[in-house]
């Protein structure tokens, strides 16, 4: 297979491969998905031929995304992405515990989306710093 693609497109292609791998594999420990590291491989040995060698290393016999990669500031474009996931589900987590967890169907779903948004505003505004969790203490 033969793809046609500019130094910024392919710079485009890393990050993106970067990412996915990322959310594929970064909690997996030694289960990972060896496929999509081989491919991630593949593509930072291909931008070390093409003259981007600052984005690639070696470790252990592998092409890896070097650290100038790492810190380049992609992982603050992944905490962005898991920031926004994150609130989108604690969003709607409490809004069906406020609902008590019925079923959603079009008689409540303009219910359920108005207080996804109304956690969601509130989130925006001020974070975590409203909830509250009744913790017990004397443990």
């Known amino acids: 297979m033969q793809l046609e693609l500019s130094k910024k ?14 959310i594929l594999n970064s909690t997996r420990g030694e289960d990972r998905f060896q496929d999509y590291d081989h491919v991630e491989s593949l593509l930072f040995e291909k931008a070390r031929q093409e ?13 890896i995304p070097s650290r100038a990669f790492v810190e380049g500031g992609i992982h603050e474009a992944i905490m962005e992405y898991e920031n926004n996931v994150f609130f989108d589900i604690l969003a709607e987590d409490l809004a069906r515990r406020d609902m008590n967890d019925a079923p959603i ?4 779903y303009a219910e359920l989306a108005h207080r996804i948004e109304a956690y969601i505003n509130e989130f925006e505004e001020n974070g975590t710093d409203n909830i509250l969790v009744d913790i017990d203490t004397t443990i």
């Not at 497109?9 to 990322?22: C, K, Q, S, V």
């Open 9 to 22: 497109e392919f710079r485009r292609l890393l990050d993106m491969a970067y990412i996915g791998n990322w």
């Open 51 to 63: 003259g981007m060698g600052i984005l690639a290393e070696t470790y252990r016999g592998h092409t």
């Open 105 to 108: 169907d079009e008689s409540n």
